[in-house]
């Protein structure tokens, strides 16, 4: 049984990586750029956001909007920090590799999912 990835598969995985982050970094740009970096800037905003909307449907509105933002940013850093993670393991040779049994994860899992850390087995021990 092989224990590693050949040189082209990890070539291969790398660029599938490297396109996801780039993917991942827009879309986070985009809805950083609208819902700010700093959350003391949404306190300031929200008083005035009540005044401002007569309708209580569009306050309600509002901060529906907000959380969706929130959630979607959590989402897409949480993403790009796994394909961070993987980079790294390519860098360090262990990529491909599970982290729980150091077997090697099936070519078609890294195909679906080029973030796994374990194989299929050992994955379903965690969420
Ligand atoms: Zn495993």
Request: glycine share 4%; charged share 40%; net charge neutral.
């Amino acid at each position: 049984m092989k224990k590693k990835l050949s040189k082209e598969k990890l070539e291969y995985f790398k660029k599938k990586l490297e396109a996801r982050k780039k993917e991942l970094e827009k879309a986070l740009s985009y809805v950083a750029q609208k819902n700010p970096a700093n959350p003391e800037d949404w306190e300031t905003v929200v008083p005035d956001m009540n005044a401002m909307l007569s309708d209580k449907n569009e306050v309600a509105d509002f901060f529906e909007e907000m959380e969706n933002r929130a959630a979607i940013e959590d989402k897409l850093e949480e993403k790009l920090t796994l394909v961070k993670e993987a980079m790294e393991r390519i860098k360090k040779g262990t990529y491909g590799i599970c982290e729980e049994g150091g077997e090697l994860i099936d070519e078609r899992r890294l195909e679906v999912y080029p973030c796994a850390k374990n194989c299929i087995a050992h994955a379903k021990n965690y969420k």
